[in-house]
């Protein structure tokens, strides 16, 4: 039986709709439990929200400088293993950095940084300290997302010439921005906190995270427009990119919190010269894949047939078939890689390649580079930019 990893949380207080993701998420397959965090700037809600999680008292604490001093002074077999950061997106950098430089594992919410600099500073860091880094990308951790990932790394798709991913969500126009806005987007709109951008930073880092996942194609350049059309002008409510990727395929990304009616509209397409395949996260265990003059094939999670092509699927997959599994899951399964690999490195072992898949510090710097160039391309008129 492995042994139950110990997590500290930063952020993830009463009513954040993350933190309870991670934590439900990082309990799913039994790899870790929660034994301290500092949930909330207000002592109160700190104190409520620790209890809420089982934590004891002298384990929360008052700020994340305080837990990551406190934790490192705990005896090898108590202090936690690793620190979950669920904050806005300002403080992943120097909570994530502190966390390195003390001892500790890191799985850090995207995006990875606010800027390029601070991106490949963590990614010395990262190399540095030798810990081991995950960075929170969910989606590709769904079985179909890997299935996919791997359809086309054995060449079933032929050549890739052609990718399309859409993030269109409307939850910007629930809000009245002419009233205060709750907190949980406040911080999404003001610079300081969310970076360059609010929606590639926010649900555009995701997207293009999951074309160079399942692919495995680098974006090489790109031509943006964002907009704000219902946001205070500042920030960006809406993105349209084309893409350039290796290998002369070409592609679009489409990005957009003002998507009237939409909710969580995720959805993947890649053409290649023999087949093309399609994934919607909101029907999130099938995938569909095409062929020009064959029928329709609808791969369904969780199926033996999948197993065969897919390990990383099935190592994914949890309910039987025909039993839904979806956003909570994908948390899960990257938790289960992420800690496999914790516990394989703490025992002086070579992870394995199944261990591994999950997003990392690299891939946060990648996320960082495309928001940069999405916002220089948007700024000179919509100018072809490299990656």
């Not at 500073?121 to 960075?135: P, Q, S």
């Not at 995938?287 to 999670?301: C, D, G, I, M, N």
């Not at 990392?360 to 916002?375: F, L, P, S, T, Y």
């Amino acid at each position: 039986m492995a042994r139950k990893l110990r997590m500290a949380m930063v952020g993830g207080g009463l009513g954040a709709f993350i933190g309870k993701v991670h934590r439900e998420a990082v309990g799913m397959d039994g790899d870790a439990e929660v034994v301290a965090g500092m949930f909330n700037r207000d002592p109160a809600q700190n104190a409520a929200a620790g209890a809420a999680a089982g934590v004891a008292s002298n384990r929360i604490y008052p700020s994340w400088e305080a837990l990551i001093a406190g934790e490192a002074a705990q005896p090898r077999e108590t202090r936690a293993d690793f620190i979950a950061i669920c904050t806005p997106n300002h403080l992943h950098y120097p909570i994530a950095k502190a966390a390195l430089e003390a001892g500790f594992h890191v799985m850090c919410e995207k995006p990875m940084t606010l800027t390029v600099p601070e991106a490949e500073d963590l990614a010395r860091c990262v190399k540095r300290t030798k810990r081991v880094f995950g960075l929170m990308h969910a989606y590709t951790g769904y079985p179909m997302v890997k299935l996919a990932h791997d359809l086309i790394a054995r060449g079933d798709l032929g050549r890739i010439c052609k990718v399309t991913i859409e993030y269109q969500q409307g939850s910007f126009r629930k809000m009245d921005f002419s009233q205060p806005l709750d907190k949980r987007n406040k911080w999404k709109m003001d610079p300081k906190c969310s970076g360059q951008s609010c929606s590639m930073a926010d649900i555009g880092v995701h997207a293009a995270h999951m074309v160079e996942y399942v692919t495995g194609l680098k974006i090489t350049s790109l031509l943006a427009d964002l907009s704000s059309f219902v946001a205070p002008k500042g920030l960006d409510d809406d993105c349209n990119v084309l893409l350039r990727l290796q290998g002369g395929a070409r592609g679009a990304m489409l990005v957009s919190k003002v998507a009237t009616g939409e909710e969580n509209g995720l959805r993947l397409r890649v053409y290649g010269e023999k087949k093309g395949l399609y994934f919607n996260q909101e029907d999130p265990n099938v995938l569909h894949v095409r062929a020009q003059r064959s029928p329709e094939e609808t791969w369904k999670r969780a199926n033996p047939y999948v197993a065969e092509v897919s390990p990383a699927a099935a190592r994914a997959s949890r309910p039987p078939a025909g039993h839904p599994e979806g956003y909570i899951e994908g948390f899960a399964s990257l938790y289960l890689n992420f800690c496999d690999t914790i516990r394989a490195v703490e025992a002086g072992e070579k992870p394995t390649p199944e261990m591994l898949d999950f997003p990392g510090v690299a891939d946060g710097v990648r996320g960082m580079k495309i928001v940069e160039a999405v916002v220089q391309s948007a700024k000179a008129g919509g100018r072809w930019t490299r990656v």
